[in-house]
């Protein structure tokens, strides 16, 4: 594996805990103004400085992102159907690669949909990106797209995820399950839980903790932070979690602390810094 594409990796799955917190906010490119992400600038910055890498479009990053930051960005290249569209699966890749590098992006996202009628078309999309991103030295994560049809078990998952690894990713994004041990044990490249739709908090946080004990490096959580009514104090928690090794009784702890000390601070629409006092046990905090 090349100096590059190893540093834009270790950029993503910290090094020295092998562990990866990302915010995602992609979501637009198929739900449009989804809720709570309707305004993307005010979402991310305060959120920013929690999070390992962001993951997101490319009209989100020039248009809502700090050119200053030192936050990797995984940039989502797939899409070309929406939430009103017939099919979902119907995707092609829609950012070139030379807008990748213009955008100084960190990783390529894409998603496949093994199962689904455009199965073909995905996989062999993944296998083209993963060839001109290697050229580049650019890291590909693959995200195991479900469809109603399709379910979430440890069978379905270690499947897509198995294919999306032999197409050559880097690393796969996916879902949660029982027998997760199975999906894990099944892939030979590192995978990211991703967070799925919005959960009360403790029951995201179990499922952070579930994921890391089950052997994921970390989670790709959007709707279960900026839909919380504090986000400022979930993705802490959820750093909390993934860096800190926490327990859910601790991170949940911490979320309601954080509630109470500064709840307006908590808002998206804040971007004042926190000044929260230091306590026992406090989480790794990313100082970037």
């Known amino acids: 594996m090349d100096w590059g594409l190893q540093n834009r990796l270790s950029q993503i799955i910290k090094p020295q805990n092998n562990r990866a917190l990302m915010l995602a906010v992609d979501h637009g490119y198929f739900l449009g103004p989804t809720e709570n992400l309707e305004n993307p600038k005010k979402v991310i910055a305060p959120l920013l400085k929690y999070c390992d890498s962001l993951m997101l479009t490319r009209g989100v990053q020039r248009t809502s992102v700090p050119t200053s930051t030192n936050v990797p960005m995984v940039l989502r290249v797939s899409g070309g159907s929406s939430i009103i569209g017939e099919d979902l699966s119907q995707e092609e890749i829609t950012v070139s690669i030379k807008d990748a590098i213009r955008l100084n992006a960190s990783a390529l996202a894409m998603s496949i949909f093994v199962g689904s009628k455009y199965e073909h078309q995905t996989i062999v999309n993944l296998g083209k990106l993963v060839n001109e991103a290697e050229e580049y ?14 379910g979430k078990d440890a069978r379905y998952l270690s499947l897509a995820c198995r294919i999306a690894a032999e197409q050559g990713a880097h690393i796969v994004k996916t879902y949660y399950c029982d027998n997760f041990e199975k999906v894990i044990q099944s892939c030979p490249v590192p995978i990211i839980v991703a967070g ?24 790709d959580m959007g709707r279960n932070i900026w839909q919380s009514e504090n986000p400022v104090a979930m993705i802490r928690s959820v750093r909390y979690v993934v860096h ?29 810094p926190q000044q929260n006092k230091p306590q026992q046990n406090k989480p790794i905090e990313n100082k970037k």
């Open 137 to 150: 030295g650019i890291p590909v994560l693959a995200v195991t797209a479900v469809g109603k049809e399709l």
């Open 196 to 219: 799925g739709k919005k959960i009360p908090e403790r029951d995201a946080l179990q499922l952070a903790y579930n994921a890391i004990k089950g052997g994921a490096v970390g989670v």
């Open 244 to 272: 800190g090794n926490a327990t859910v009784d601790q991170a949940f702890k911490l979320y309601q602390t954080i509630c109470n000390e500064k709840p307006q601070q908590n808002k998206p629409q804040q971007n004042k």
